[in-house]
Nanobody, 124 residues
């Protein structure tokens, strides 16, 4: 069992930056692939980024590649999402999720545990 709590969301102007954090509790955090997803009003939940157990492999949606960076600190049981050059279309609730599989997935149905989400609003 893994509990996830996101933080770091807020209101930022276009071109600005935010760093989201996701703190995990429970055992075996380092054995989970971790992902970030987002959901805007009226839209489906979409994949943003994922990271492998040890952090050596990262995966990004095309829409955020080159602007966002996912990382993790297994000693702190925390995963991060550094978001730079933010755009109004990045506005959404951002969720972190844990997947107990053997490879990263962009399919949100493959993830086992979810946080409550944190709102990110980018003004133009």
């Amino acid at each position: 069992q893994v509990q996830l709590v996101e933080s770091g969301g807020g209101l930022v102007q276009a071109g600005g930056s935010l760093r989201l954090s996701c703190a995990a509790s429970g055992r075996f955090f380092s054995s989970y692939y971790m992902g970030w997803f987002r959901q805007a009003p009226g839209k489906e939940r979409e994949f943003v980024a994922a990271i492998s157990w040890g952090g050596g492999n990262t995966y990004y949606a095309d829409s955020v590649k080159g602007r966002f960076a996912i990382s993790r600190d297994n000693a702190k049981k925390t995963v991060y999402l550094q978001m730079n050059s933010l755009k109004p279309e990045d506005t959404a609730v951002y969720y972190c999720a844990a997947q107990g599989g053997t490879r990263a997935s962009s399919d949100y149905t493959k993830y086992d545990y979810w946080g409550q989400g944190t709102q990110v609003t980018v003004s133009s």
